[in-house]
Structure formats: C-alpha cells, structure tokens
C-alpha cells in the first residue's frame, strides 16, 4: 500500500517515482540487490499506466488516426530510453542496489532540482514564444526520458523541462510526456515478467501463494489510484509552470539521503 501510493504520487509529479521507492525500500529494510524488487517496482509502474490510460483514453485512441504523426514522433521518441534500457538496465540497478546507493540517489535528486528551476525560469520568460508541439521537441524530450532511467531523475520532470525548453506549449508537452511513459512501461513489464519467471526467486515468490498475489494487487491498485489523481493535479501545475516547491522539496530530500549516507543509518 506504503509503495503503491507513493509510485502513483510520485511517477507524475516530477520527483521521481524510481528513486522514491529505491529510498523507501532502503529505509524499510528491503533487499533492493535481489532481483525480486524490481519485479515489484515494474509492477507498481504498471499500476500507474493504468492512470495514464484512463486519462488520455481519447488521446491514445487518436494516435492511430491519419496523419499518425504524433504516433511517430511517440515511436521516435521511446528509442533512446529503449536502447539505453536494454544496454544498462542491469549497471543501473546494480549501482542504485549498491553501497553509495544514498549518494547517488542524492546527485540524481539535486539534478532534477536544477532542472525544475530552469524550467520555471524559461517558462516565465517573456521573451518565451510558444509553438506547437514537433519533432524539435519530441527528439530532446525523447533523450531526456532515457536520461531519466537513473533513479532519482525524474522523467516527468525531465521530459516537461526538455519539452518547455525547446519552445513548445505547455499542455502538448505535458501530454506528450505522460504518453512517452505507456511505451517505456509496457516494454519495462514485458522484460520484467520475461526475466523474473526464468530466474530462480520466481519460483520461490510464486509459492508465497495468495499473500504474494494480493501484495502485488493491492500496490498496483494503489499505484494506479494515485496516480490517475497525480495526473490530473500535474496537469494543472504545468500550466502555472510552478515547480519551485517541488525543487525545494527534493534538495530537502537530497539533503537527508546524504545524512541519512554519512551517518551510516542506511548501508
């Protein structure tokens, strides 16, 4: 319950969902280093796909309409996170698992901090003009999710600061980057599940019998009710362009991985 609240808050707004759960399962007592949290975290990420789908239901039936542009610039754009998944999934997970897992989740935090507040700026400007969205805002915006596998970057946050950024309104890219998250997730779940049943520890969860299954069910319902509900309050702050508070709130954050690191509360 705990996990799924915090993935569906947390995969919206751009705090990052991935490194909140990395910090939780730590302060919790979790073996992060096993394999089978990340089968739960894959699953808590379907969870808010659920989200995702139930709000732009409209919209992602419009993308198999002609021109398909939006289609192809969403295939496009899904690429860079696809092959940098596929190459560095495993290093990833092995040094967000690891012992400075505190301090680089504390790094990836300051940086999406950084990024909010650059946005924020640009996107008062006043010299700012906005455009619809293109291809110059899908291909950055693209790169930017695939920076954001680290754990601690955000990549709602990444992709809005790409989309803001590079010139275009501010609702195109707010849905263009919630949309970027169903080809990522998808091909995350598929992976996943692929790997976790051949792996010894499938064996071993499936025998948890029912108290397993209804774990697993109760985090993704609740990953998939806050996060319907993340939605529709993000949506709302990206038209105000405020993420001051959200910066602040992860430099605080930031701020306690790295106590939390040096005072070796957390290993």
């Not at 975290?41 to 039936?61: P, Q």
């Not at 190459?87 to 690891?98: A, K, P, Q, V």
């Not at 596998?149 to 275009?168: E, F, H, K, N």
Request: net charge positive; aromatic share 10%; charged share 10%.
């Amino acid at each position: 319950m705990v996990l799924g609240t915090v993935q569906g808050l947390t995969e919206f707004l751009p705090v990052s969902s991935s490194g909140h759960l990395i910090f939780l399962q730590k302060v919790m007592g979790y073996d992060i280093g096993g394999g089978s949290m990340t089968f739960v975290n894959v699953m808590l990420h379907f969870g808010t796909l659920i989200a995702v789908c139930a709000v732009f239901f409209k919209d992602i039936l419009a993308l198999f309409k002609k021109p398909f542009k939006t289609l192809l610039m969403l295939i496009v754009a899904t690429i860079p996170a696809g092959v940098v998944g596929i190459l560095w999934d495993d290093t990833i997970d092995g040094y967000f698992s690891g012992k400075h897992a505190m301090i680089l989740l504390a790094i990836c935090f300051s940086v999406t901090a950084l990024l909010l507040l650059v946005c924020e700026l640009v996107a008062h400007s006043p010299k700012r003009k906005e455009r619809d969205l293109g291809w110059r805002n899908a291909i950055p915006m693209g790169l930017m999710q695939a920076v954001a596998l680290l754990p601690g970057v955000s990549r709602s946050g990444s992709t809005i600061v790409a989309g803001t950024v590079s010139g275009a309104k501010t609702q195109d890219v707010a849905k263009f980057s919630f949309l970027m998250s169903i080809p990522v997730i998808l091909g995350s779940v598929a992976v996943e599940i692929y790997g976790f049943i051949k792996e010894p520890q499938f064996s071993e969860t499936a025998n948890g019998g029912l108290y397993t299954a209804v774990g697993v069910i109760v985090g993704v319902a609740f990953a998939a009710i806050f996060g319907f509900i993340a939605i529709k309050a993000m949506l709302k702050i990206i038209g105000k362009a405020n993420y001051k508070w959200f910066a602040l709130y992860l430099i605080l954050l930031s701020v306690t991985c790295l106590c939390l690191d040096v005072a070796g509360i957390i290993a």
